[in-house]
């Protein structure tokens, strides 16, 4: 935009980007407040990551019942859940009816793209532009674009000229996959769960696989209307239990350290969690996991006799076995994940050892070898939690490009405000403990809401996190990382949690790696103290 065009009102209060679980719950928490909010949403319609990922097997490995809003008590008597892992449909259609009983599609235009984002410091106000050709002026502006939105593809992808999909753009109607050679490129939570759930249709499935995960059983027990019951009755105690847990889960650790621990209770708390599958292994084991190689070491060695025992060919189950530490990727979940590759027409190409040397017209050359395929899925990932931040052309004082200033890692206060972008917040950015994302997003909605109305009660329009405060919160989330094997492995690994998994991206924790509570009480400390890291003041 002409960054000399004068704002002079304002056409809105707040602008939220996105209508995924965060971009839905800021926009009723902005709307709770009294302020006029507009959303933009690239999709069609609301859902977000749920919206995108519809691929075959997509789910949540979140529990079903903390996976979703806790601040309406219609909405959890009103909405039953039939899986304890629900899939993508089912998501999606809870969102879908969050959205209309709360009345929250008609706050959002869909089908567009926000390009740019201004700020005019003279007026105060903030102009938002979308490849649709709107300008809206706003007083604030809130990103709720997602962590996993910005979609990464193989460089050289464009040489192949078959059929192409990437997990989190499958088409609504579906991929024929009846007799073709398929390769899935990647084996994230996204591949993983895909997998199985293709190789009855297509004639061959050949993962190309860089770095082999740590997959758990997916395992997801039908909920009965006792179950839901009880979640309802419950629902306290069941919050309190996921604002203890690190990861703002619902589960409960059998002890502080495993090395620690005798080897046959050891023994006996793995299986256990292997039995429940998902993120049990790593949330319902021992506390030391993430924290102490000799003990991370036990639950690697239990992986690894799963997998020989699962994957007959040992040359296969060998191509399986991660050499990472557990946990330092984000630990996916798949039912029957394993077991497929004891079915002769899945194959298994370790493109670590022979990487992909060229994409060409009709597969992938590999160790000098053309490998031909008909349909090749791109379980890729994205440019995890800035990705999709710094794509919206941010500009704040003094023109100041958010994308250039993080571009060596982000600098924010509490994961939410950005000193130089006043009235600028972000739900789930960078530097907010990771887990569950529904809680962490719906907690950022509501601490940004309580900001704007304390700024209201005060008299201000301009609310600026001091740079001394985004600086020492940026200092702190080190040196949690510093305790932790993501900090040893993560890049090595190739881990979205440190943005390793993008070439050239700056290495840097992108969440908070403390307890999720002591982040909580640090935000609510934030609002109690009446926010002494902010500066308020009026527009100009
Ligand atoms: P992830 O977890 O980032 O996985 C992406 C996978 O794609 C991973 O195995 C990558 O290998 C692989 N990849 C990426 N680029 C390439 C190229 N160029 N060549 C070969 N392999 C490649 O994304 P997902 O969609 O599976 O899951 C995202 C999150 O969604 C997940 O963590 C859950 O929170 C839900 P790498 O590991 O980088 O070596």
């Known amino acids: 935009m002409d960054r000399s065009v004068r704002s002079t009102s304002a056409d809105v209060d707040a602008v939220v980007i ?11 928490q902005l709307r709770e407040i009294g302020l006029m909010v507009r959303g933009f949403e690239t999709a069609g319609d609301v859902g977000g990551t749920w919206f995108w990922n519809r691929y075959p097997g997509a789910r949540t490995d979140s529990k079903a019942f903390i996976y979703c809003y806790t601040f309406s008590k219609e909405i959890r008597d009103e909405w039953d859940w039939t899986e304890l892992y629900p899939t993508q449909p089912e998501v999606l259609a809870y969102l879908e009816f969050v959205a209309d009983r ?4 008609g706050l959002f235009t869909f089908d567009t793209t926000v390009t740019s984002v ?19 002026v706003t007083r604030f502006v809130v990103t709720a674009v997602g962590i996993l939105s910005a979609v990464n593809v193989p460089e050289g992808i464009d040489s192949y000229a078959g059929e192409m999909v990437h997990t989190s753009r499958w088409p609504e109607q579906g991929v024929d996959f009846a007799g073709k050679h398929v390769a899935i490129i990647g084996s994230g939570s996204s591949g993983v769960q895909l997998l199985p759930n293709i190789v009855d249709d297509a004639a061959t499935v050949t993962l190309l696989q860089r770095t082999p ?38 589960y409960t650790l059998a002890g502080m350290s495993a090395k620690a621990a005798p080897e046959d209770e050891r023994t006996a708390v793995y299986e256990r969690a292997w039995q429940e599958g998902g993120l049990a292994l790593y949330m319902a084991t021992y506390a030391d996991l993430g924290i102490d ?33 557990y946990g330092v990727k984000r630990p996916p979940s798949s039912a029957g994940y394993y077991e497929v590759f004891n079915r002769e027409d899945v194959h ?41 931040i710094t794509r919206l052309n941010i500009h704040g004082v003094d023109g100041r490009s958010l994308a250039d200033e993080w571009a060596d890692g982000p600098l924010n206060y509490l994961g939410m405000a950005m000193p130089g972008f006043p009235n600028l917040f972000s739900v789930a950015g960078p530097m907010v403990p990771a887990g569950n994302v529904p809680s962490t997003t719906e907690h950022n909605g509501q601490w940004i809401a309580g900001i704007i109305e304390h700024a209201r009660a005060v008299g201000a329009e301009r609310i600026e996190v001091t740079a001394g405060a985004a600086g020492a919160w940026r200092g702190e989330v080190l040196e949690l990382f510093g305790y932790t094997l993501v900090r040893d492995a993560g890049e090595e690994a190739n881990s979205w949690f440190v943005g390793a998994n993008i070439k050239g991206k700056a290495t840097f924790p992108l969440f908070y790696f403390g307890p999720a509570i002591d982040y909580v009480n640090r935000c609510a400390g934030e609002a109690a103290a009446n926010y002494p890291n ?7």
């Open 18 to 28: 996105g209508a995924g679980f965060a971009g839905l719950g800021a926009a009723y």
């Open 348 to 388: 298994i190409v370790d493109v670590r050892a022979t990487p992909i040397e060229r994409f060409t017209e009709t597969g992938a050359i590999i160790d000098g070898e053309l490998r031909r395929f008909d349909i090749v899925v791109l379980a890729t990932g994205f440019d995890a939690i800035t990705g999709a």
């Open 293 to 325: 190689i000799e003990s991370n070491r036990t639950i690697t060695e239990f992986f690894k006799r799963k997998i020989e025992s699962t994957v007959r060919d040992p040359a296969k189950a060998a191509k399986l076995i991660p050499d990472h530490p």
């Open 213 to 250: 995960n740590y997959v758990s059983p997916g395992r997801t027990p039908p909920l009965s209307s006792d179950d839901r019951s009880y979640y309802r009755d419950n629902h306290e105690a069941i919050q309190e239990q996921v604002r203890a847990n690190p990861l703002f889960q619902a």
């Open 534 to 540: 902010f500066s308020f003041s009026p527009a100009s």
């Open 102 to 105: 709360l009345d929250l599609r």
């Open 118 to 136: 201004t700020w005019d410091d003279q007026a105060g106000l903030w102009t938002i532009e979308t490849a649709r050709g709107d300008r809206v």
